[in-house]
């Protein structure tokens, strides 16, 4: 169902006025975690000022440590609505259970089904129930077939709204978090009628590197570009090595603009 030899034409997602997959590039961009009204809302309000329109940030998060922070959960996703409808921005947020779906729908726009649990599926049919668009990330170790699988899963069961991000891969490469893959972009796009997105956060785990990866993104023809944004990455409680703080943000949003290769 997935495949661009059962439907030729791209998918578009429409949330908001915000078009996933429609032929202009976006930025999805906000906090590694949901840690607080105050933390999400700055920037949200830089958002709103910079004129973007989608933001991400994790209510339930999945930690390689038990002891690390886990996630405001609910409370997480009531702070992503006020501020979504605050600022008129698209939220998206990982769910990591079946059971939370429903109660998520009402909360966030986007459904993100995150790397560790790209073949956790019953997650993936339970969200092919869901009436809500899906980001599904690429698995750690996954391969490109296994990925279209997973988005098959979703579809299967009768949702049709699904979108891809290639968040990087595990490789015997230490210099970098994971290794981003970026030849996944033309040939999922190719495999696929889905938008396709590249993580540049969790693919290098290095803010050095956050540019020039997006611009490779943007470049070689995604929907769009994922990136971590935080007031205060030093006390972040998740990824603190690798998102921007909202000046470095906005200057990676100027660069982005002035290399003509992200219009905004
Ligand atoms: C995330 O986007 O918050 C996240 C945990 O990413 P991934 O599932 O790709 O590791
Ligand atoms: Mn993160």
């Known amino acids: 169902l997935v495949s661009r030899k059962k439907k030729a034409e791209d998918t578009v997602i429409t949330v908001k006025g915000v078009e996933f997959g429609g032929g202009s590039p976006i930025l999805i961009a906000g906090p590694c975690s949901v840690e607080s009204y105050e933390q999400v809302r700055a920037v949200a309000e830089n958002h709103a000022k910079r004129g973007l329109r989608t933001l991400r940030g994790g209510a339930y998060k999945p930690r390689t440590s038990p002891y690390d922070f886990q996630g405001l959960g609910v409370e997480g996703l009531k702070i992503l609505k006020r501020i979504g409808d605050e600022f008129n921005l698209v939220t998206i947020s990982e ?6 779906l429903e109660l998520a729908a009402q909360y966030i726009d986007v459904i993100q089904i995150g790397a560790r649990n790209m073949q956790n599926f019953e997650l993936l049919k339970a969200a092919g129930r869901v009436n809500k668009p899906i980001l599904l990330k690429r698995g750690l170790a996954a391969t490109i077939e296994e990925f279209i699988y997973a988005a098959e899963y979703i579809v299967s069961k009768g949702n049709t709204q699904v979108m891809l991000c290639e968040r990087g891969i595990r490789t015997y490469e230490k210099a970098t978090r994971n290794t981003l893959d970026i030849s996944a972009v033309p040939l999922l796009k190719q495999e696929t009628h889905l938008p396709v997105f590249v993580d540049v956060t969790h693919s ?3 803010r050095d590197l956050l540019l020039p990866c997006a611009k490779a993104g943007f470049a070689i023809g995604s929907d769009g570009v994922m990136v971590e944004v935080h007031p205060d990455p030093d006390v972040a409680l998740s990824d603190a090595k690798q998102q921007l703080n909202i000046p470095q943000f ?4 100027d660069e ?3 290399s003509g290769l992200y219009k905004g």
């Open 250 to 253: 906005n200057e990676f949003l």
């Open 256 to 258: 982005l603009l002035a």
């Open 204 to 206: 290098t785990g290095r």
């Open 95 to 100: 769910i990591v259970t079946p059971a939370d």
